[in-house]
């Protein structure tokens, strides 16, 4: 029997999947001769099933009343965080397809197949924000982990790229084995895998078996390792450095997103009970990850890599506000996720824009004069960097401010105090960047910009940065509401 | 007119301006037409925020201590933040301060900045908003976002026109401010949770229980006290002094270090007042080893600039010496040796301007007897020297006076150690221009520069009025904040006594 009220909910993952066999189907059919086909199809679909989220009454000719909450059971939750944290990924995920918009094209490995991943893997995180049991969680995270393995590899002619697959491949099993003992530790000490009832019997029947908390602490580790906060980061400067730079860019945005979103229900909903227990592992990763990614950020001559280490130290102030917790946390991470997202997509489509005689570099070196040669993406750059760093007036500085607030409203101003005094190391690799534009001579002219994908995510994601400092109303007020509608 | 918003447009004039010239102004290096046109822009700008401050001026009533020219706006209500602006007796000059000494920047960068103009003319501006925001903000958030958002521009702008180390010097200004600024921006937070608005006006008067207020004065103190700077905070200034171009140097020593001055009063003295009256020992301890230490420093400096950059430290000491002195004479004093420091090290680092841009070296031994052949400049340099040094009749003698009164008043061993740096500085400054214009004019190239032209005349014939102005008549000035600073007193004793 169909289930037409959980069909309801579901209907924007619906819609991508069938969008998403559509376009395989054309791939398959077209070759790379349909590859710029299949790529507006992607971001069609993208906009399609976001504007099918924000529709209150989907599907109201097959049923009437409110849209539920719950569908399938209790296996997919469908609350304003989920709306909110999905209406990101798909904004990143159209993005990213803009980003690679010539980019395979001008190496001459254009193939259709890459928007198709880039379309199961957007389904694999939709689910995963909207899991609301283990095993839901679970075929999520998988559906979105392996369409990540190929599209990392996805120059398969090129060594880096494949070593950076593999190694992600390699890792990322070995964090999907850590979270399937987890799952199966806390379903053999519960007898439960969706997320309420595990609430209610963590919270009111006092059942602390130790093996819920290794399982606990299991599955944390796994979503440690997705998000990439320390000590479980180890894949990310290799994975970002080799993976091509269209795909780095969708690493650092929606795939890490949708992983939060998860680790952030996890916690608060199921694992309420235990807050005790896994506040510790979040505090500790969290300073970890804001000193790691600032210290050894400073080090790195590379763009991506050094992107990598600023995604962790950004990882890290994202987990203080998952620590924080409630309605101030999430909300604070909602905003710093927001502006984080864009912000990063910018910097990668500056990267996008660095090639000499036909090839793509990425040292931060070959960056040198851009302000002379190339005055447009360079005070673009500055805009972006001065965001990442957290200096007002910019964009950047309210996320760290939402975020710190509430650490400091939570009574964690030790947690709040390493995150100002971490956000001022990564400012000087920042300020490096910006200094090598500005302050250096030219090493020799760059090729002309990239297409219009690659431009207009820069422009927007630039002007972002100014236009939410005058208006951030808007965007903090979606956040709280999206928080208020957690459910946890 | 009384609804005009008139510092908001004071604050955004300047980033209008500066982006006509991001958007109208073609690129091209070497590009005279355009360069000029840039150049011709941001004065006007400039000067446009000049004229508009002057009609603020007029429209602010002195004998009315509160906050004027209020506006207020939402921007972030679900969490009482407002946009909110306003100006006081002690806030005023800092504005007038900020849009006196752009245009004249600007008519110095005019001749002095020859790479990238347009830029250069951009960075300015901005700074100027930043400037002027950051003074007529009463609203934290926003205060903070201008108080840190002026490290943008001037990081460029000492790291792209520089010196040789500039960008040695850059990174350090700007990672100490950074580093000093982030700290108090977590007791912005705990302020705001406290209160439950960041309306800087509903924070006045002592409303923090005690133990707490002095974990907020320390955080305050570590940005003003690098801001400022006091000793031993104050290694960035010299190199951010000595690499930055002319103008650079300008705002950071006429309006830059002044808003720690300004944060002491507005934050220290009215928002915390009892950790204020608690941590003053400190605070006079550090500003009597400025004074002195700083000068001596100062004598034994073969750069001009850094000659200049470490006898605004002591300076600076003055200034806090007098506002934690408590007493009406200091607050009086170390508000006029802000302004007068603001007009007199602008003088002198354009001074230094107007012979590097001739020689290129601002080694002080590479000159000598320029007093036969460049007559001008030398009249302009003692006029300036002598009020740094703070002779009678010039501004520099009114502040230093008044603040070693309060000092005095509060302990006369402070006068005593203050005034050791009073003659200290009067033997730097005399030597430096002994060393300069007089003996033997022996090096030709020297002979060969040109005195003032009308373009330098015309950037210190303002400066100069104003100085001889504030030396003879203080009252034009000090009648408009002497008011406000008066109730500011009081009120801050009535709550150390009470409390």
């Known amino acids: ?488 | 007119m009384t609804d005009f918003p008139i510092l908001s447009a004071l604050t955004f004039l300047p980033l209008l301006g500066a982006l006509i010239i991001l958007l109208f102004v073609r690129d091209g290096e070497g590009n005279k037409t355009s360069e000029k046109v840039a150049q011709q822009i941001a004065l006007w700008t400039s000067l446009a925020t000049l004229a508009l401050s002057v009609q603020m001026l007029r429209q602010f009533d002195p004998s009315n201590t509160g906050f004027q020219l209020m506006e207020r706006f939402v921007w972030i209500p679900s969490f009482n933040i407002a946009y909110i602006k306003g100006i006081d007796g002690i806030s005023v000059w800092f504005v007038m301060i900020s849009t006196i000494l752009t245009p004249i920047c600007i008519l110095s960068a005019i001749g002095g900045v020859k790479k990238r103009v347009k830029e250069f003319m951009i960075a300015m501006l901005v700074l100027e908003t930043m400037m002027v925001g950051m003074f007529t903000a009463l609203d934290f958030v926003l205060f903070y976002l201008f108080f840190e958002g002026v490290l943008i521009p001037m990081y460029l702008i000492i790291g792209v026109w520089g010196g040789e180390k500039r960008t040695y010097a850059a990174y350090k200004f700007f990672l100490y401010t950074f580093l000093g600024s982030v700290l108090m921006l977590v007791a912005i937070f705990a302020m705001a949770i406290h209160m439950g608005t960041t309306d800087m006006t509903a924070m006045m008067g002592g409303k923090f229980p005690p133990q707490m207020a002095a974990w907020l004065w320390l955080a305050f103190f570590a940005s003003f006290a690098v801001k400022t700077p006091m000793w031993p905070f104050h290694t960035w200034l010299p190199y951010a002094h000595v690499e930055a171009p002319t103008a650079g140097s300008v705002i950071l020593a006429g309006v830059l270090l002044k808003m720690g001055g300004y944060g002491f009063i507005r934050i220290g003295i009215q928002m915390l007042p009892e950790a204020s009256k608690h941590f003053a020992p400190l605070v006079i301890a550090l500003s009597l080893i400025a004074i002195v230490y700083t000068s001596l420093v100062a004598l034994a400096q073969t750069d001009m600039k850094k000659l200049i950059a470490y006898s605004s430290v002591a300076h600076m000491g003055y200034v806090t010496l007098g506002i934690f002195s408590f007493t009406e004479q200091g607050f009086d004093g170390a508000m006029f040796v802000m302004l007068s420091h603001t007009f007199v090290a602008a003088a002198l680092f354009l001074c230094v301007g107007v012979v590097y841009d001739r020689l290129h070296t601002r080694e002080i031994s590479r000159y000598g007897g320029m007093a036969s052949n460049m007559p001008r400049y030398a009249l302009v340099f003692m006029i300036f020297m002598l009020a740094s040094v703070g002779l009678p009749g010039t501004s520099g003698f009114v502040g230093e006076f008044l603040s070693m009164q309060g000092a005095f008043l509060a302990n006369s061993w402070y006068a005593l150690v203050a005034a050791t740096g009073m003659v200290l500085g009067a033997a730097y400054m005399l030597w430096l221009y002994r060393r300069l214009f007089y003996g033997p004019l022996v090096k030709d190239d020297v002979r060969a520069m040109p005195d003032l032209n009308a373009r330098e005349i015309a950037m210190f014939a303002p400066l100069l009025i104003i100085v001889l102005w504030m030396g003879i008549h203080p009252d034009t000035f000090r009648h408009v904040y002497a008011p406000t600073l008066e109730k500011a007193l009081s009120a801050f004793q009535s709550h150390v006594q009470g409390g």
């Not at chain 1, 001022?424 to 030219?442: G, N, Q, S, W």
Request: aromatic fraction near 12%; hydrophobic fraction near 55%.
């Open chain 1, 1 to 488: 029997m169909v289930d037409l009220q959980s069909l309801r909910i579901v209907l924007p993952e619906v819609q991508l999947a069938i969008v998403g066999f559509v376009a395989l189907i054309a791939a398959a059919a077209g070759g790379t001769r349909v590859t710029r086909a299949v790529g507006l199809l992607a971001i069609g679909g993208f906009a399609l099933a976001g504007g099918t989220l924000f529709c209150p009454e989907r599907l109201k000719f097959l049923l009437n009343g409110a849209l539920p909450v719950f569908g399938f059971g209790t296996q997919f939750i469908d609350d304003s965080f989920a709306r909110f944290v999905k209406a990101l990924i798909l904004a990143a995920s159209a993005l990213s397809v803009m980003l690679s918009w010539s980019y395979f094209e001008k190496n001459g490995e254009e193939r259709p197949e890459y928007p198709v991943l880039i379309l199961f893997a957007t389904l694999g995180m939709m689910l995963m924000v909207s899991a609301s049991d283990l095993l839901s969680l679970y075929v999520g995270l998988e559906l979105q982990s392996l369409s990540l393995y190929v599209l990392a590899a996805f120059r398969r002619d090129d060594a880096r790229s494949s070593e950076a697959g593999l190694k992600y491949f390699v890792l990322g099993a070995l964090s999907s084995g850590l979270l399937l003992y987890g799952i199966s530790l806390i379903y053999g000490y519960t007898g439960k895998t969706d997320f309420l009832s595990l609430a209610s019997a963590l919270r009111n029947h006092g059942l602390m078996e130790p093996g819920v908390v290794v399982g606990m602490a299991f599955i944390c580790a796994a979503l440690a390792f997705k998000v990439s906060g320390v000590p479980f980061h180890m894949w990310t400067p290799d994975v970002y450095e080799g993976a091509p730079t269209p795909v780095t860019a969708f690493f650092a945005a929606a795939p890490k997103m949708a992983a939060l979103a998860m680790f952030t229900r996890f916690l608060l909903l199921p694992m309420n009970g235990l807050s005790a227990q896994w506040h510790q592992i979040i505090v500790f990763v969290s300073i970890a990850s804001m000193l790691w990614g600032a210290f050894a950020g400073l080090v790195q001559g590379n763009m991506k890599r050094l992107l990598a280490y600023s995604s962790i130290a950004n990882v890290g102030y994202l987990l203080v506000a998952v620590a924080v917790g409630g309605q101030p946390g999430v909300q604070a991470m909602l905003i710093y996720l927001s502006i984080y997202v864009l912000n990063t997509l910018g910097a990668f489509a500056v990267v996008l824009c660095l090639r000499r005689n036909g090839k793509a570099v990425d040292a931060i070196a070959d960056l040198s004069g851009l302000s002379k040669t190339n005055p447009a993406v360079a005070l673009a750059m500055t805009i972006l960097m001065f965001s990442l760093a957290g200096v007002p007036p910019l964009a950047g500085f309210f996320g760290k401010y939402f975020v710190f607030l509430s650490a400091v409203d939570a009574g964690m101003v030790p947690l709040a105090i390493v995150g100002v005094l971490s956000s001022v190391v990564t400012a000087y690799y920042y300020l490096r960047i910006i200094k090598v534009m500005y302050f250096d001579e030219p090493k020799g002219a760059l090729d002309p910009m990239p297409d219009w994908g690659v431009k207009s995510v820069l422009g927007l994601a630039s002007l972002a940065m100014v236009v939410l400092t005058f208006v951030p109303s808007p965007l903090v007020d979606a956040a709280l509401r999206a928080a208020r509608g957690f459910i946890g």
